[in-house]
């Protein structure tokens, strides 16, 4: 292993130079792969090119269908590919009926919750199967649910969250999860994008100790909503506590209703899975994207069943007799995937923690590893940080023993890796960093557990039946090894891909396909590459080093913010002229939103209070998510001739960061003004700052 090798090159405008060195690899143990799902090398075989798409044939015959498929993928209309048509499946009766036979007594969902004095709750595969069927009757015959319908979901980490998604599913109802922690007004837009005009809440969690009142920004939900044209005939409330209310918001006649109450109506009522067409869609997952309104990520129901239980198998190792904890939030499509349906599909039995994973203390997680036995550990690179940082010898001191752990979401510092690895797993466990999207649907680069070796910092090579590609700014393929990053890439469509943009096709094509499209008029899958939208190296032996978002989203703790989004929440405030929001390295959650504004004249407000006004902002509007590192209230934005603020400099400032040629700004004077109330009189610094921040703002 050459440790010295530092890989670098010369680069021209459309390429991006990367600057960093070879890591020392690790190899999964014998004891490992003996018990591997995935241990024989000819998968590669199996899922080469010239056996595509057939290969993934292997994943959907995981599953029971109800009727088979005709056509394994249909290219007729470019770039709307469509997965096993003609093929009939429930994605309920996967996850929960099909393993009553075999494992009805054994736990589906394991729910651990955030107080230690309550002891966690393990719920069968009978009792699920039993509550999903009373929940899809109230969804029916309650709330006049039908399959097509959409329903938004705004809920925390309880078990009652997958039991409404797997009830939904049951009866063929798009749901749309919005991530507990967004506020009224983020869950009232998706909403009404996605056209729900039922909400399922909860009425409160317990999060950091506290008892957080969550249905309160129902009303907020509603209302914006409305604004949107949408109304909101029904408010269906999960109380954490049954027939104890833990919020203070009144319940609104005729709309709001306790799902325990309702319920009652349905004991003991058995809902017959519906036939879903392959195609049908499953749900939507709103992510941010290039520009301001957030994308609703429409994923179908074979496909992505099939990939989702097929990756889990492969490369989460999941067998039913695991005890499996992905530590992410429902909320997100890792929680989608990777908590609720490809484990369930296989039978596994899934861990669902209520709190922040370090509450009490930052040995929490490793407490519950060890009571409960987890084998299999899946969380991001933020929680491998803030665990490692505030315990680093915790894990020692309890006795767990993973055979795998997963990070996810996020770029992983090598370092931080090492402490995964040595202490986390104890030596004994193998890592897979698996790098995707909530567009992908499941994993798409990623090490074969039991096969390859692992390398800290690097996603692995493409999976099998993925096919990366790097291209520069010019449509130039660059080579593996040769040092260059550029865009990342994917050749050739894949059963877990999202169908479309919910009601924006156009979007659709636009976001992902047009840049790359070699020939628009073209039926053929190879003149439409996936354009992921991440910058990317990849090493001589295919393994990809992910730089982050070449666009102008920031990721935090592993969560994708649209800067736009931001931005216009910020120009909500009466006293904010404009604003841009650069991203900003920290220590724990990877990256943060940093502000800018700048105000309108006359303002008579002290800063501190339109500083205060501009985080509350957007705390209501988007959520504590997006909470801002700082607010800098400036005279100005450094702006090119033609008007446009120029956030790559202030990415540098924020950063301390060269801020490169300025020389063609209209006003470059403020730029030094602004360094010096960012960071101080002192030198101007130079500091090499991290590809995504150096790029952030450049890539149109
Ligand atoms: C980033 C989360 C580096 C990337 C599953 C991607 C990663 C965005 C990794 C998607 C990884 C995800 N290494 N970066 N292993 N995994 N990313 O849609 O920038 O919430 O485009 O899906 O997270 O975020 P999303």
Redesign the pocket.
């Known amino acids: 292993m050459d440790q010295s090798k530092i890989i670098s090159s010369e680069v021209n405008e459309a390429q991006i130079a990367v600057h960093w060195k070879e890591e020392e690899i690790y190899r999964p143990s014998a004891k490992f792969i003996a018990q591997a799902n995935l241990k024989d090398a000819s998968v590669m075989d199996r899922f080469s090119e010239k056996n595509f798409p057939g290969c993934f044939t292997e994943y959907a015959e995981m599953l029971t269908w109800i009727e088979p498929w005709r056509e394994i993928l249909d290219t007729s209309d470019p770039p709307f590919w469509k997965w096993f048509t003609g093929g009939k499946l429930n994605a309920c009766f996967n996850c929960v009926d099909r393993h009553l036979e075999k494992y009805k007594n054994k736990a589906a969902l394991i729910f651990v919750p955030e107080a230690e004095e309550e002891a966690p709750v393990a719920i069968t595969y009978q009792e699920i199967y039993a509550r999903v069927n009373e929940v899809a009757a109230m969804l029916r015959d309650f709330a006049g649910l039908t399959s097509g319908d959409r329903v938004t979901i705004h809920m925390p980490m309880i078990p009652e969250l997958p039991i409404t998604m797997l009830a939904c599913a049951r009866l063929g109802v798009i749901h749309s999860v919005v991530f507990g922690g967004f506020s009224g007004e983020a869950c009232g837009l998706r909403a009404a994008d996605s056209g729900s005009r039922v909400l399922i809440y909860a009425d409160s969690y317990y999060r950091g100790g506290k008892l957080i009142d969550h249905k309160s920004s129902a009303e907020v939900a509603v209302e914006s909503a409305r604004r949107e044209g949408q109304n909101i005939d029904k408010v269906l409330v999960w109380r954490r506590y049954p027939g104890k209310y833990g919020s203070v918001t009144p319940m609104v006649e005729g709309r709001d209703f306790f799902v325990d109450e309702v319920l009652k109506n349905f004991r003991g009522k058995k809902i017959q899975p519906v036939a879903m067409d392959a195609e049908a869609p499953l749900f939507l997952m709103y992510?941010s994207g290039t520009t301001g309104k957030p994308k609703g990520c429409q994923h179908r129901t074979g496909g992505y069943l099939a990939y989702v239980t097929g990756t889990s198998k492969y490369f989460q190792d999941i067998k039913p007799e695991d005890v499996y904890w992905c530590m992410a939030d429902i909320g997100?499509?890792?929680g989608h995937s990777y908590i609720v349906y490809g484990p369930l599909a296989l039978g596994a039995t899934s861990v669902i923690y209520e709190g922040v994973p370090n509450y009490p203390s930052a040995a929490r997680p490793w407490k519950i590893a060890e009571r409960l036995d987890v084998n299999i550990f899946h969380t991001s690179p933020t929680a491998i940080r803030m665990l490692r940082k505030a315990g680093f010898d915790e894990p020692q001191k309890y006795d767990f023993h993973f055979k795998h752990m997963t990070?996810?979401?996020?770029?992983?510092e090598p370092e931080v890796w090492k402490w995964y690895y040595e202490v986390v797993g104890k030596g004994e466990a193998v890592i897979v960093?698996?790098?995707?999207?909530?567009?992908t649907g499941g994993f798409l680069?990623s090490t074969k557990p039991a096969l390859d070796a692992m390398k800290p910092g690097s996603?692995g090579p493409g999976v099998p039946g993925i096919y990366p590609i790097i291209y520069d700014e010019d449509n130039q393929e660059m080579q593996a090894g040769s040092g260059k990053a550029g865009n990342l890439c994917i050749r050739n469509p894949w059963p877990g891909i999202i169908q479309t943009i919910w009601g924006d096709r156009e979007r659709f094509v636009r976001q992902y396909y047009q840049k790359y499209c070699r020939n628009p008029q073209s039926k053929d899958w190879k003149d439409w590459p996936y354009f992921?939208?991440?910058g990317a190296l990849m090493a001589a032996d295919g393994y990809l080093r992910?730089l982050?978002?070449v666009d102008d989203v920031i990721?935090v703790a592993?969560?994708?913010l649209g800067t736009k989004e931001l931005e216009s929440a910020c120009l909500t405030v009466d006293e904010v002229a404009e604003a841009a929001v650069v991203p900003v390295v920290d220590e724990i959650k990877g990256r943060m939103p940093e502000i800018y504004i700048s105000l309108k004249p006359g303002i008579k407000a002290s800063p501190a209070d339109v500083k205060a006004k501009v985080t509350q902002t957007i705390e209501t509007m988007i959520g504590k998510i997006a909470r801002p590192k700082t607010v800098q209230i400036v005279p100005d934005m450094p702006k090119t001739r033609s008007g446009k603020i120029m956030r790559r400099v202030l990415a540098a400032i924020s950063n301390h960061m060269n801020v490169g040629d300025i020389s063609t700004l209209a006003n470059p004077d403020i730029v030094e003004q602004i360094r010096v109330q960012v960071q101080g009189q002192g030198p101007v610094e130079t500091q090499e700052g991290p590809e995504d921040v150096k790029h952030f703002g450049t890539v149109e």
């Open positions: 992510t997100w499509i890792t990070t996810v979401g996020e770029p992983i960093d698996t790098w995707w999207q909530t567009e680069c996603a992921a939208g991440d992910i982050g978002r990721n592993g969560h994708r």
